[in-house]
């Protein structure tokens, strides 16, 4: 009994990657206002009944959950525990019988967005000794099915884009990289691993990063050449994250060292006076969609991310101001007086400002991230 006893306590843990040495103190003030936040964010837009938020996407949704749940992580609260077995992508998971082929509708980007808010979830249940195997066994079965979308024909290797095969691009393989790293850090499973290898071998040889270090969207298909499209501030993270899994979990801290070049690009080429702004953003006529709205956030959450799998104070002090400034100019420009936060941080709003739940959400990992890894 006692040895039963002894495997129940430590197997939640098991899921989460260990803690090195390095962790310094979290903000407890930026984590009120964060909290602050995401309690508008769900009683202004979270439709308990449906599990949605307003006009919400599949992929928009999962980052939202995957954010309150990072938030409750940080902060050691339990404010939005209900959610994500509220949630529709919690009710997916929880029901034996989801046809995932038609939850997912082909999209293998949005998959692995799932994947992400899954563990998360997990993550947060396995630390209060709740059950979690819904979420696990739910996040494998996706990944293994974006897996099979790993294709060498066209353009040397990569997932597709969708399940309809017509396009190979930065952000689908960036998440592959992710959740293939991390999911050998969790699982220990060396297929994870071979993937990570394989992805980022093939990702570094692809030509989707540019002269400058950033991402561009995704490759011609018939030149198998970068194809010059947005460099979507999103794409610049997300590989950043990966890499520090990748990092952590082969021990090449070279890594990071490549993580570090799309951040650093980021901070020197898309922002205006040290302020993230994406290619719609204007405070006066913001063009930015539903899914543009939230990529700013996607970055600083994904900064967090990597900083968590690098764990150094030199790493760290190289860009805590600079997400400390992300959060002061979403207190001032962003930030409404109920705390919608609008899609424009780099301005005052000038009437074209977008105000929505995925404004909110992106703004909400910004302060999160600020929580962890700004100046406090």
Known sequence: ???????????????????????????????????????????????????QYTNGELWTDANAVEDLHNLMLAADSNDFFAVADLSWIG????????????????????????????????????????DYSAYTSSAAKIYEMVA???????????????TEHTYKNAITNELFLLTSASGYLRFHNQTYLDNAQKEWAWLSQSGMRNSDGLFNDGIDLNTCQNNGQTTWIYNQAVVASGLGAL??????????????????????????????KESCDDPAASSCDHDQQIFKGIWTKHVQYYLDQANSASRTAKYSSFLGAQYNAIMTNAADAELDIRNVWYAPDQGGSITSPESSTSGLAAIVADAKYGPC
Not at 106 to 125: E, F, R
Not at 148 to 162: A, E, I, K, L, M
């Open 148 to 162: 099979g979308q790993w294709d060498d024909t066209n353009c040397g290797g990569g997932v597709w884009w969708s």
């Open 1 to 51: 009994m006692r040895l039963l006893y002894l495997i129940s306590a430590i197997l939640p843990f098991l899921l989460v990657v260990q803690a090195r040495p390095y962790r310094r103190a979290q903000c407890t003030a930026t984590l009120d206002k964060a909290t602050a936040v995401a309690k508008r964010l769900q009683s202004a837009y979270f439709d308990p009944i449906l599990g």
């Open 247 to 276: 990092g952590v979990a082969t021990g090449n801290t070279s890594l990071f060292d490549q993580a570090e070049v799309s951040l650093d690009a980021t901070m020197a080429h898309l922002t205006a006076d040290g302020i993230l």
């Open 91 to 130: 009710r997916a998971a929880l029901f034996p019988f989801t046809d995932w082929n038609i939850f997912l509708g082909g999209s293998n980007d949005d998959a692995q967005w799932l994947i992400l808010a899954y563990w998360k979830i997990a993550d947060y249940k396995a630390a209060r000794g709740l």
